[in-house]
């Protein structure tokens, strides 16, 4: 049993509602996209299921357990959280950074052990980041540092990854790379929460799209139904085209709506 | 260009670091206006015989000298090696928070009011509460939530309030004696300690330490950001009140019985942190050795550069740190970090 449940998940700051009473059920093997324009309040909720912000109302469960009740090291074990800024404070090997996914496990300053050193290795292999071990991190490219930075997130062992724009600075290969290493591991059996503003990689990648507006929760459910032209036009204020192909679709931004101020 | 890297090995880091501090330990207490046998002195404090001169002179003067510079060295870098992997910043040092300036404005109003000829342990306590103060008053203007921005502005109006304070401890100083005396102990200087100075301040500075250091694995994982520090289940908060409070103990209790011992904390760590690959986990227990190492350098340079008249220590760090902290800044200026 694996999953991970939103139950009317609220924030109000100031009287503001950032998040506004969302809901949905995650199962293993999924792959949920947050979706939505700027300030929507993706991040926030990625934050909130993270255990990061604190919710106004509502609560946060992983397998009906409520994640603020987790012991903070156990929480760190299952739930793996990739910061929106994708940045290294001082210049660390790559070896090292990958290294730090596993100090959730340590107690004290032990010295690394046998299945630390095997999870190290599985990440680096996932993120195919060998080749960079001994450069330092703060002159790898963007696309490679994120892979590193995913090298550290796999190095934990989660079985939840919750992403903030992974691929949002990154170049088309980069992007389709990291995409393609978060579908794994959902297919895997693990859950994957990511936001992404291209909506061409959140129908193909993802098995559930999550349109959120102003708070608010618009659609939830499978690509197709979620990115329909209502949605997508009333939400994001754009009219598009949309080619469908077999399997998936794409969807072409064309022109703004003009704001109705 | 990019950081570089000289990573020799932790080992062999901290045991040269250790070599070269037990030296200058040893070369520090072989310096002095008189001539003795410092082993055959040590040696005869241990096994209890007979007491002369030489045996005295180390005991009173020499050995409190030189402890106090390798422990207030070892304070000063431990803890700006923790500021600096708190704050993310090579640039951040002690005296940031106002620890410094709060422990020296405890220890002025003691010698203002006379309180510090009543009894020895006058002056350092009122540079240790003067310490409590300035943490008091961090966490009351920038919260125990607060952000890192909020942190070093509280430290902005912190050490502007003790430094006037202080100025105005001065100018109102009614006779020219204590107003020597006061400007003397700001220099900072670690002779004329007695072992009662250091065993009152001892504890405080172990505490302090300790808080700092068993944020080794905290501070290594902030390197990627508090959110993912949190998210990997380090408690923010938690360790951000550890590495304020351990600074404010031990600084202020080293503060309390040296004076200000200026540039120690800003270089020593900024020196190291190549050497131990810029991991800030690592640079603690370095930078605590590589300030117990420069200050009794700075010690040993003070004692043969003025033998007789005294040249205080903070004078000579301060004269000396400056600059290398203006070529290391230059050299630097391009790099990431």
Same mark, same amino acid.
């Given at each position: 049993?694996?999953?991970?449940?939103?139950?009317?998940?609220?924030?109000?700051?100031?009287?503001?509602?950032?998040?506004?009473?969302?809901?949905?059920?995650?199962?293993?093997?999924?792959?949920?996209?947050?979706?939505?324009?700027?300030?929507?309040?993706?991040?926030?909720?990625?934050?909130?299921?993270?255990?990061?912000?604190?919710?106004? /109302?509502?609560?946060?469960?992983?397998?009906?357990? =409520?994640?603020?009740?987790?012991?903070?090291?156990?929480?760190? /074990?299952?739930?793996?959280?990739?910061?929106?800024?994708?940045?290294?404070?001082? =210049?660390?090997?790559?070896?090292?950074?990958?290294?730090?996914?596993?100090?959730?496990?340590?107690?004290?300053?032990?010295?690394?052990?046998?299945?630390?050193?095997?999870?190290?290795?599985?990440?680096?292999?996932?993120?195919?980041?060998?080749?960079?071990?001994?450069?330092?991190?703060?002159?790898?490219?963007?696309?490679?540092?994120?892979?590193?930075?995913?090298?550290?997130?796999?190095?934990?062992? =989660?079985?939840?990854?919750?992403?903030?724009?992974?691929?949002? @600075?990154?170049?088309?290969? /980069?992007?389709? /790379?990291?995409?393609?290493?978060?579908?794994?591991?959902?297919?895997?059996?693990?859950?994957?929460?990511?936001?992404?503003?291209?909506?061409?990689?959140?129908?193909?990648?993802?098995?559930?799209?999550?349109?959120?507006?102003?708070?608010?929760?618009?659609?939830?459910?499978?690509?197709?139904?979620?990115?329909?032209?209502?949605?997508?036009?009333?939400?994001?204020?754009?009219?598009?085209?949309?080619?469908?192909?077999?399997?998936?679709?794409?969807?072409?931004?064309?022109?703004?709506?003009?704001? @109705?101020? | 260009?990019?950081?570089?890297?000289?990573?020799?090995?932790?080992?062999?880091?901290?045991?040269?670091?250790?070599?070269?501090?037990?030296?200058?330990?040893?070369?520090?207490?072989?310096?002095?206006?008189?001539?003795?046998?410092?082993?055959?002195?040590?040696?005869?404090?241990?096994?209890?015989?007979?007491?002369?001169?030489?045996?005295?002179?180390?005991?009173?003067?020499?050995?409190?000298?030189?402890?106090?510079?390798?422990?207030?060295?070892?304070?000063?870098?431990?803890?700006?090696?923790?500021?600096?992997?708190?704050?993310?910043?090579?640039?951040?040092?002690?005296?940031?928070?106002?620890?410094?300036?709060?422990?020296?404005?405890?220890?002025?109003?003691?010698?203002?009011?006379?309180?510090?000829?009543?009894?020895?342990?006058?002056?350092?306590?009122?540079?240790?509460?003067?310490?409590?103060?300035?943490?008091?008053?961090?966490?009351?203007?920038?919260?125990?939530?607060?952000?890192?921005?909020?942190?070093?502005?509280?430290?902005?109006?912190?050490?502007?309030?003790?430094?006037?304070?202080?100025?105005?401890?001065?100018?109102?100083?009614?006779?020219?004696?204590?107003?020597?005396?006061?400007?003397?102990?700001?220099?900072?200087?670690?002779?004329?300690?007695?072992?009662?100075?250091?065993?009152?301040?001892?504890?405080?500075?172990?505490?302090?330490?300790?808080?700092?250091?068993?944020?080794?694995?905290?501070?290594?994982?902030?390197?990627?950001?508090?959110?993912?520090?949190?998210?990997?289940?380090?408690?923010?908060?938690?360790?951000?009140?550890?590495?304020?409070?351990?600074?404010?103990?031990?600084?202020?209790?080293?503060?309390?019985?040296?004076?200000?011992?200026?540039?120690?904390?800003?270089?020593?760590?900024?020196?190291?942190?190549?050497?131990?690959?810029?991991?800030?986990?690592?640079?603690?227990?370095?930078?605590?050795?590589?300030?117990?190492?420069?200050?009794?350098?700075?010690?040993?340079?003070?004692?043969?550069?003025?033998?007789?008249?005294?040249?205080?220590?903070?004078?000579?760090?301060?004269?000396?740190?400056?600059?290398?902290?203006?070529?290391?800044?230059?050299?630097?200026?391009?790099?990431?970090?």
């Amino acid at each position: 049993m694996n999953k991970l449940n939103a139950e009317n998940l609220t924030l109000s700051i100031n009287g503001a509602s950032i998040v506004n009473d969302i809901s949905f059920e995650l199962v293993a093997g999924t792959m949920l996209g947050l979706v939505g324009p700027n300030g929507a309040g993706k991040s926030t909720l990625l934050k909130l299921l993270a255990n990061l912000t604190t919710p106004s /109302h509502g609560r946060c469960l992983v397998d009906d357990v =409520p994640v603020s009740q987790l012991p903070r090291r156990q929480l760190a /074990h299952t739930i793996g959280y990739l910061s929106q800024e994708a940045t290294v404070n001082w =210049p660390l090997k790559v070896r090292r950074v990958v290294e730090l996914g596993r100090l959730p496990y340590q107690i004290g300053s032990r010295k690394m052990a046998q299945d630390d050193q095997a999870a190290i290795d599985a990440a680096i292999a996932k993120t195919e980041i060998s080749h960079l071990l001994d450069r330092v991190v703060t002159t790898l490219s963007g696309g490679e540092r994120m892979r590193v930075l995913l090298a550290r997130l796999f190095a934990t062992n =989660p079985r939840i990854i919750l992403a903030d724009e992974p691929v949002a @600075s990154l170049d088309p290969y /980069h992007q389709l /790379h990291v995409m393609e290493i978060l579908r794994e591991h959902a297919s895997h059996g693990g859950i994957v929460v990511t936001v992404l503003h291209d909506l061409n990689h959140a129908a193909r990648f993802c098995d559930q799209l999550l349109l959120i507006d102003a708070g608010k929760m618009i659609a939830i459910g499978e690509p197709c139904n979620v990115l329909s032209v209502e949605n997508v036009e009333k939400v994001y204020s754009v009219t598009i085209r949309c080619d469908a192909m077999p399997n998936t679709f794409t969807i072409i931004p064309h022109e703004r709506i003009p704001h @109705s101020y | 260009m990019s950081a570089f890297h000289f990573d020799i090995g932790a080992r062999l880091l901290l045991s040269g670091l250790t070599i070269l501090l037990v030296v200058l330990f040893f070369l520090d207490l072989s310096f002095g206006p008189v001539d003795i046998d410092v082993f055959a002195a040590l040696k005869n404090l241990v096994t209890n015989q007979s007491h002369s001169q030489a045996e005295f002179i180390l005991l009173e003067i020499r050995l409190p000298r030189a402890l106090l510079a390798a422990l207030v060295g070892a304070v000063l870098g431990l803890s700006g090696a923790a500021l600096q992997g708190l704050l993310r910043n090579p640039l951040a040092g002690p005296g940031l928070i106002g620890v410094s300036n709060c422990a020296a404005l405890g220890a002025i109003i003691m010698l203002y009011f006379g309180l510090a000829t009543v009894h020895w342990s006058f002056l350092p306590l009122g540079g240790m509460l003067g310490a409590l103060m300035s943490v008091v008053f961090i966490f009351f203007l920038a919260g125990r939530q607060s952000s890192m921005t909020g942190l070093i502005l509280a430290g902005i109006a912190i050490n502007a309030v003790a430094s006037s304070a202080t100025a105005l401890a001065l100018n109102f100083s009614d006779n020219p004696y204590a107003m020597s005396e006061m400007i003397f102990w700001l220099l900072g200087s670690v002779s004329n300690r007695s072992l009662s100075d250091l065993m009152i301040t001892l504890p405080f500075m172990v505490v302090g330490s300790a808080l700092i250091l068993i944020t080794k694995n905290f501070l290594d994982v902030l390197s990627l950001g508090e959110d993912t520090a949190r998210s990997m289940g380090f408690a923010m908060e938690r360790y951000k009140s550890c590495i304020i409070i351990g600074v404010a103990c031990a600084v202020g209790a080293a503060v309390s019985v040296s004076g200000n011992i200026g540039f120690i904390g800003l270089v020593v760590p900024h020196i190291l942190r190549p050497l131990v690959g810029h991991e800030p986990g690592r640079l603690l227990a370095a930078s605590a050795l590589g300030g117990g190492v420069l200050l009794l350098a700075a010690d040993v340079a003070v004692q043969v550069l003025s033998p007789t008249q005294d040249l205080k220590l903070g004078v000579v760090t301060a004269l000396v740190g400056g600059p290398f902290f203006l070529a290391l800044v230059y050299r630097s200026r391009h790099d990431v970090i």
